[in-house]
């Protein structure tokens, strides 16, 4: 009787996977991307990206969420989220620029669904509504995405590096290979959606790829403290238009421009070394181009002159 009971579950479990059989190899090699999948069992699978060595998150990754509550009862079914970092701030919406673009995106209450909601993350569903924009999120040379508290409070920006859009582009393959074809009319799946769509605006925005491209491609010699020259200059202005350094504009590299330095890369996710190596200066240049809430540190250094 146990055989055949166990018989009895492996073939409803044969007929039940097509359903849920997800290509769980696809992400095979992929740096700071974790797998979980019992191919026994579809409902386990459950995809992480976003986290560095230390397991600290990334400023731009995402997840696939598979838990939620239906009438009343636990169900398991694939939810692909991309999360942004709010710095410890509950998000309300966010503003994205890419090089022709400008979007404004409602932040998803995952609560909505019976997910718990991480206030430290500002969650944006991979919807037939939102995947556009992720696309030209993925696709552009420069994208910044600037985080917005309840009543524009704990606001901050950070730019979307080269990794952040090769981790995107998986999800968005992943959507559109995994989810996307889930999403039938009437669905359970599809009234999830439903409940959890953001709202998206979008509007053209003056063209900065030109510019973008024109900081990305350029050559930078590394700048560290004792240096002194034109470039360091150029490194102070940025540096105090962005508030990281309170005047002292004067092209020495000294203690307060290595602690500007090092309280900007903090804010970027960079490695926070003090010195301004190629990254450092392309991350920083592509800030100051764009407009909006800049990431700011919680007190400027004063200049260089009288240190």
């Known amino acids: 009787m146990r055989k055949t009971l166990i018989a009895a579950l492996a073939l409803l479990l044969a007929l039940c996977t097509p359903a849920l059989a997800f290509d769980f190899t696809r992400f095979d090699g992929v740096e700071n991307v974790e797998v979980e999948y019992d191919p026994a069992d579809p409902t386990s699978y459950n995809v992480r990206a976003g986290f560095n060595a230390s397991g600290e998150w990334a400023q731009f990754g995402g997840h696939m969420v598979v838990r939620y509550l239906n009438a009343g009862r636990s169900e398991e079914l694939?939810?692909?989220?991309?999360?942004?970092?709010?710095?410890?701030?509950?998000a309300e919406k966010l503003e994205i620029r890419t090089d022709a673009r400008e979007y404004e995106a409602a932040c998803t209450d995952l609560t909505q669904a019976g997910m718990s909601a991480v206030a430290t993350e500002a969650p944006l569903l991979v919807t037939p509504e939102s995947a556009e924009m992720l696309a030209d999120v993925a696709a552009?040379?420069?994208?910044?995405?600037?985080?917005?508290?309840a009543d524009g409070e704990g606001s901050f920006s950070f730019l979307v590096s080269d990794e952040a859009r090769a981790l995107l582009q998986l999800f968005l393959d992943e959507y559109a290979?995994?989810?996307?074809?889930?999403?039938?009319e009437g669905s359970t799946?599809?009234?999830?959606?439903?409940?959890?769509?953001?709202?998206?605006?979008?509007?053209?925005a003056d063209d900065l790829s030109a510019a973008a491209q024109a900081i990305r491609t350029?050559?930078?010699?590394?700048?560290?403290?004792?240096?002194s020259s034109g470039e360091v200059e150029r490194l102070q202005q940025a540096l105090a238009d962005l508030g990281y350094?309170?005047?002292?504009?004067?092209?020495?590299?000294?203690?307060?421009?290595?602690?500007?330095?090092?309280?900007?890369q903090q804010a970027a996710g960079l490695e926070a070394t003090g010195v301004a190596?190629?990254?450092?200066?392309?991350?920083l240049y592509l800030v100051a181009l764009g407009d909006g809430v800049q990431p700011e540190p919680t007190e400027a250094p004063d200049g260089d002159a009288e240190s």
């Open 177 to 184: 290979q995994e989810i996307a074809p889930m999403l039938s």
């Open 78 to 90: 694939p939810l692909i989220v991309v999360s942004f970092t709010t710095d410890g701030t509950a």
């Open 218 to 227: 350029a050559e930078y010699a590394e700048l560290k403290n004792g240096d």
């Open 245 to 264: 350094l309170d005047g002292g504009v004067d092209g020495i590299f000294g203690k307060n421009t290595a602690a500007a330095v090092e309280a900007f």
């Open 140 to 149: 552009s040379s420069y994208a910044r995405v600037t985080v917005v508290g």
């Open 189 to 204: 799946l599809s009234r999830v959606y439903d409940a959890l769509t953001p709202a998206v605006a979008a509007s053209e």
């Open 277 to 283: 190596d190629a990254d450092t200066q392309a991350r």
